[in-house]
């Protein structure tokens, strides 16, 4: 059973009978303690401080030290900001992101909160995996909780992933397609992904799954390949 902090109140309430009713002595003890129950509080926060479902700012950036991804990106995430008139599964009225005072022209460098975090999920499942398609597809739903995954083995070193039934945003995807989220066997490339447009089921013949459904139900995918492998 873990032992809570103690609070200043509660550790005046230790003092003996023989000397709680002097005011002076009471005084120099809260004084005293007030400063451990601080230091007691803030140890007591570090776990959620350091959480990576609830870390923020610079505590993320500790987090992601330590899992091995930076927020920072060694290449711009080309396709993510927002465009008029786009058909770009990548852009659009709630898909697109605004453009920053001081981001460049060419792509985003610098992931926001969420989607560092995000981020950091796919680089611990990438960490955990054992290399197999069964530790594929829970690496992956680490990634995506509540998506259903659908990994088609080609027979030829090539693979597709489909991700049916999440929504995901423009930057996600572009951290997929760059490479960044990397759940594959080594020396297996990843022809493209399929991707729901409206983060529904995948289209498919005399299928009903939760990932793959048919006529009326099933979305038609965006093919969406790889554009860089890191």
């Known amino acids: 059973m873990p032992i809570l902090p103690y609070t200043v109140p509660e550790y005046v309430g230790l003092i003996t009978s023989e000397h709680a009713q002097r005011p002076r002595f009471v005084d120099t003890v809260s004084l005293s303690v007030s400063i451990q129950s601080q230091l007691q509080d803030v140890l007591a926060s570090m776990p959620v401080d350091y959480d990576v479902d609830t870390a923020i700012g610079l505590q993320l950036d500790a987090v992601g030290l330590w899992v091995g991804i930076s927020r920072y990106l060694r290449l711009p995430l080309e396709g993510v900001y927002f465009t008029w008139d786009s058909l770009n599964l990548e852009e659009g009225w709630n898909a697109g992101n605004w453009i920053a005072p001081y981001d460049p022209v060419s792509g985003l460098t610098v992931l926001s909160d969420a989607d560092y975090r995000f981020l950091i999920r796919g680089k611990i499942a990438s960490n955990s995996w054992d290399g197999s398609i069964p530790g594929a597809y829970a690496a992956w739903a680490e990634v995506f909780p509540g ?41 297996v490339r990843i022809t493209y992904y399929a991707i729901p447009p409206g983060g529904g089921s995948l289209f498919a013949w005399d299928c009903d799954t939760a990932a793959l459904k048919g006529w009326n139900i099933g979305e038609w995918v965006v093919e969406a390949p790889p554009t860089l492998s890191l």
């Open 147 to 187: 998506a259903q995954i659908v990994i088609q083995d080609n027979q030829d070193m090539s693979m597709e992933v489909g991700i049916a039934n999440a929504t995901l945003s423009s930057v996600q995807i572009a951290l997929i397609r760059g490479g960044y989220i990397n759940l594959k066997p080594e020396g």
